[in-house]
């Protein structure tokens, strides 16, 4: 992977960062993207330290615009030639009781996570093909396989909609002798500032903070803290991937498994999880 270049959105923190640290380890020239401007240049900086001063670029580059995103890929280009590896990887969450949940609340999860993760999709692929071939990262999370997590229904729904994303376009491209090849990493808790992500909300977006919601959060909070796993590992488990070229990357691998197991008992048997009767 020397030489090579490798794209990160939402790069300043948490697996983000993680993972732009360990392609430069690898040799790869590394260009950040993040909204947060502070920890976009600090990212940088403790990059550079470690790294190389040319290898990392960072730009602040918004997911939910595609001119933010094509001008992050476009810098990329222009400091280090070529494109190899592109990680979909900003991501928001917030939620709630589901009627609780605001109209631009619902809005932004979806502009984020969905709409920002199609943006660099969409704008990497072209250049990914024309450096001859490539790798499309993108982060989506066990809620993307466990429906029925309570009070995190916006969230759920944008993993699941990008891992439809990821697994559509990683068939197209397999069926069309593409070298360009997509990993969907789905991991459970990591240590990371996700308990933090309304930090990012846009003025207007209003912030729940009923009952429902702060045990959902207090809930993730503790297991992040007691089963979180070291950011660090999983960037490890996407570089194997990449290598292997294998597209599912499962760093809490049971829990997927279960979590898949126990929708497929549901399509078969009907009955909801958490309750006992057919249909309820
Ligand atoms: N931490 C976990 O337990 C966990 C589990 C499963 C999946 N994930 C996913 O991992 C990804 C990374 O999250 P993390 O856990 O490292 O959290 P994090 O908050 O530490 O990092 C997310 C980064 O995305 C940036 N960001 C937010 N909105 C953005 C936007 N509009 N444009 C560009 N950047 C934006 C933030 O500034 C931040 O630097 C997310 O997609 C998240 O859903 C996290």
Redesign the pocket.
């Known amino acids: 992977m020397v030489n090579k270049t490798a794209v990160v959105?939402?790069?300043?923190?948490?697996?983000?960062?993680?993972m732009a640290r360990r392609f430069l380890a690898e040799g790869m020239n590394v260009a950040v993207?993040?909204?947060?401007t502070d920890?976009?240049d600090d990212?940088v900086r403790r990059l550079r330290e470690e790294g190389g001063d040319p290898k990392v670029i960072g730009v602040r580059?918004?997911?939910?615009?595609i001119e933010?995103v094509t001008a992050l890929c476009d810098a990329a280009d222009a400091a280090f030639g070529r494109l190899d590896v592109v990680c979909?990887?900003?991501?928001?969450?917030t939620g709630g009781r589901f009627l609780d949940v605001a109209d631009q609340a619902w809005r932004w999860v979806m502009?984020?996570?969905y709409f920002?993760?199609l943006n660099t999709l969409r704008t990497a692929l072209p250049l990914l093909e024309r450096s001859g071939g490539g790798h499309l990262v993108v982060?989506?999370?066990?809620?993307g396989f466990a429906s029925g997590t309570p009070f995190m229904t916006p969230?759920c729904a944008t993993?699941m909609a990008i891992h439809g994303l990821a697994e559509c376009l990683e068939i197209e491209l397999r069926s069309s002798g593409s070298e360009v090849h997509v990993h969907l990493?789905?991991?459970?808790?990591?240590?990371?500032?996700?308990?933090?992500?309304e930090?990012?909300a846009p003025a207007g977006v209003p912030i729940n903070e009923d009952t429902a919601r702060r045990q959902a959060m207090e809930a993730?909070r503790a297991?992040?803290s007691a089963e979180?796993?070291p950011?660090e590992h999983v960037a490890e488990l996407v570089l194997d991937a990449i290598h292997e070229r294998r597209f599912f990357v499962l760093p809490h691998r049971d829990r997927a498994l279960a979590a898949l197991r126990r929708r497929l008992d549901w399509a078969e048997s009907g009955v909801t999880p958490g309750s006992r009767v057919p249909g309820t």
């Not at 959105?9 to 993680?18: D, E, K, Y």
């Not at 993207?33 to 947060?36: F, T």
């Not at 991991?187 to 996700?194: L, Y």
């Open positions: 959105t939402g790069g300043a923190s948490g697996i983000g960062f993680a993207g993040d909204i947060e920890a976009l990212a580059a918004d997911v939910t615009r933010d979909a990887n900003a991501g928001v969450e502009d984020v996570n920002g993760t982060t989506g999370s066990l809620a969230y993993k990493l789905a991991p459970g808790p990591v240590r990371s500032r996700m308990i933090d992500a930090r990012n993730f297991r992040q979180g796993l950011a």
